[in-house]
């Protein structure tokens, strides 16, 4: 692990507001105590994208203000819906995984009560018929999930290994937690 930064994330963020408002690194560096080349790595990919999402919505406010009036008040009830989607199918992939973990847990739970010298007594094929019906909807519960997560695994990849969230390996996304892979969505819906 590298060494402990001498800014907090809520300085790193002000120095960032005050580089876009035209400060230069350097002045903020030496303010800091910190080298000019550190505060450079520190701070300009966030605020080259942060000017490139302003740059986005300047040209999309200006899009939005070619249109009819009309069609500027469709083109802005159609995003709302559409955050209002990726919203809720966020709350469904944490709900569905909540559900998961729940579920597996109390199969797991009625499986640590089957007698194992006696599987065919009725005592035990009544547990394990429940063990197999509580895994049978755990994975019900969780299949939009991992339908979600199987049909933009590259793009997931992507935001996960930029996240940093896979240590290692972006690659191994098939093995990731499903709550994982339900903040990798929320990342990828909001990316």
């Given at each position: 692990?590298?060494?402990?930064?001498?800014?907090t994330?809520q300085?790193?963020?002000?120095?960032?507001?005050?580089?876009?408002?035209?400060?230069?690194?350097?002045?903020?560096?030496?303010?800091v105590?910190?080298?000019?080349?550190?505060?450079?790595?520190?701070?300009?990919?966030?605020?080259t994208?942060?000017?490139?999402?302003?740059?986005?919505?300047?040209?999309?406010?200006?899009?939005?203000?070619?249109l009819?009036?009309?069609?500027?008040?469709?083109?802005?009830?159609?995003?709302a819906?559409?955050?209002?989607?990726?919203?809720?199918?966020f709350?469904?992939?944490?709900?569905?995984?909540?559900?998961f973990?729940?579920?597996t847990?109390?199969?797991?739970?009625?499986?640590?009560?089957?007698?194992?010298s006696?599987?065919?007594?009725?005592?035990?094929?009544?547990?394990?018929?429940?063990?197999a019906g509580?895994?049978?909807?755990?994975?019900?519960?969780?299949?939009?999930?991992?339908?979600?997560?199987?049909?933009?695994?590259?793009?997931?990849?992507?935001?996960l290994a930029?996240?940093?969230?896979?240590?290692n390996?972006?690659?191994?996304?098939?093995?990731?937690?499903?709550?994982?892979?339900?903040?990798a969505?929320?990342?990828?819906?909001?990316?």
């Amino acid at each position: 692990m590298g060494r402990k930064s001498k800014t907090t994330p809520q300085q790193d963020q002000k120095l960032i507001e005050r580089h876009l408002a035209g400060e230069s690194i350097r002045s903020l560096a030496k303010e800091v105590g910190i080298s000019e080349a550190s505060l450079r790595a520190k701070i300009s990919a966030q605020a080259t994208e942060i000017k490139d999402v302003a740059n986005q919505l300047v040209a999309t406010e200006k899009s939005l203000k070619a249109l009819p009036w009309h069609s500027q008040n469709l083109a802005r009830s159609r995003a709302a819906l559409m955050a209002a989607i990726e919203d809720n199918v966020f709350a469904g992939i944490v709900n569905g995984s909540a559900s998961f973990v729940k579920l597996t847990s109390m199969a797991n739970t009625e499986l640590l009560k089957v007698d194992e010298s006696d599987l065919l007594s009725d005592d035990s094929k009544a547990r394990l018929s429940m063990v197999a019906g509580l895994n049978k909807m755990a994975n019900e519960t969780v299949a939009p999930a991992m339908s979600i997560v199987n049909g933009n695994k590259e793009r997931l990849t992507r935001v996960l290994a930029e996240a940093e969230v896979i240590e290692n390996d972006p690659q191994n996304i098939g093995s990731m937690s499903v709550l994982d892979a339900a903040k990798a969505y929320q990342d990828f819906v909001s990316g």
